[in-house]
């Protein structure tokens, strides 16, 4: 669950600060990727073996969950610009 500080400090509005509660400079930003394996059945092991596997992309954008590492506050990127 997303959840924000209802009382952000006066740091937040230090220039090149990101987090709105402590100024922080650093956010942890959550993205979600697809990766695809390819399989096969191996009939002497008995199970799946992976013989493949495809990254996608990530995207993040100003939707996007963040956490700042200091205090732990949580947000989206767009409270922090």
Do not use: K, R
């Amino acid at each position: 669950m997303m959840t924000t500080s209802p009382t952000p400090t006066s740091t937040s509005s230090i220039v090149g600060s990101l987090c709105p509660n402590c100024g922080g400079v650093s956010l942890n930003v959550l993205t979600a990727t697809i990766v695809s394996y390819q399989v096969v059945f191996d009939l002497d092991a008995q199970e799946l073996v992976v013989v493949g596997e495809s990254v996608g992309n990530t995207e993040w954008d100003e939707q996007s969950q963040v956490t700042c590492p200091s205090c732990h506050w949580q947000g989206a990127l767009f409270d922090c610009l």
